[in-house]
């Protein structure tokens, strides 16, 4: 598809189990960003990939969330040793690096619905 | 510094009623805002965006009006139709910050058939 693709849509887990969430952004976008939504709340910036570049991972929440990106490609958001407050809808999203710093477009994914009992 | 405040919480209008929300800002160095539009189990999706060298962007029947002194921006949707029923959130962001977005806590927008 063109969009970007998330997967799994759903994941139910019990607490203190570890997770993995996976985002395919749409071919040709060098940066990746993750966002955390909580039910009926604005979205939460995670981590942002750009390239080959260093991440920018100031919005990780603890050192139990960290996210992979291989190249240019897909990108990996784990979750270890869950809790209930992880609980929310995790979106990926994508965009093109334009020349200097000229904003793109965010292009978002439908999101991987965490619930943790 | 990087919050984006956004009001009102929830909106109901009537079909064909304007739909006003409103956010607020306080980093200056933001300058890109752009409101983003989400229906249920949607990712949120670019709706219009503005820079701040220009108080009004309209395009079809929605409009950013932005104030730079007042470090304020809102959305107007004119003629409101129930297609329009989504949750709305403003997003700020600056060149500092790899172009990562801010985002305001959303509006939920319910337009009356």
């Known amino acids: 598809g063109a969009g970007v693709s998330q997967s799994p849509s759903n994941k139910v887990t019990e607490k203190g189990k570890d997770v993995e969430l996976r985002c395919d952004p749409i071919?040709?976008?060098?940066?990746l960003y993750w966002y955390r939504q909580r039910l009926g709340q604005g979205l939460e910036f995670l981590i942002y990939?750009?390239?080959?570049?260093?991440?920018?991972k100031s919005g990780l929440p603890s050192d139990r969330f960290s996210a992979e990106r291989t190249g240019e490609s897909v990108s990996t958001l784990t979750i270890q040793r869950t809790q209930q407050e992880d609980s929310a809808v995790y979106l990926c999203?994508?965009?093109?690096?334009?020349?200097?710093?000229?904003?793109?477009?965010?292009?978002f994914g439908e999101g991987s619905r965490l619930t943790v009992l | 510094q990087q919050q984006v405040k956004q009001s009102p919480q929830s909106l109901i209008v009537q079909k064909g009623g304007i739909s006003i929300i409103n956010c607020a800002y306080e980093?200056?160095?933001?300058?890109?805002f752009p409101w983003y539009q989400q229906f249920p189990g949607k990712g949120p999706a670019l709706l219009i965006a503005?820079?701040?060298?220009?108080s009004e962007k309209k395009e079809g029947r929605f409009t950013i009006s932005f104030n730079k002194s007042a470090k304020q921006f809102s959305l107007h949707i004119m003629d409101s139709q129930p297609g329009d029923s989504a949750t709305y959130f403003c997003?700020?962001?600056?060149?500092?910050?790899?172009?990562?977005?801010?985002f305001g806590s959303g509006t939920q927008l319910t337009v009356l058939p």
């Open positions: 999203a994508s965009s093109l690096r334009l020349a200097g710093v000229k904003p793109g477009e965010l292009f």
């Open positions: 071919s040709g976008h060098t940066a």
């Open positions: 990939f750009q390239g080959n570049s260093a991440p920018d």
């Open positions: 980093n200056t160095a933001f300058d890109y």
């Open positions: 503005i820079r701040p060298d220009v």
């Open positions: 997003a700020a962001s600056w060149s500092g910050s790899a172009r990562q977005l801010t």
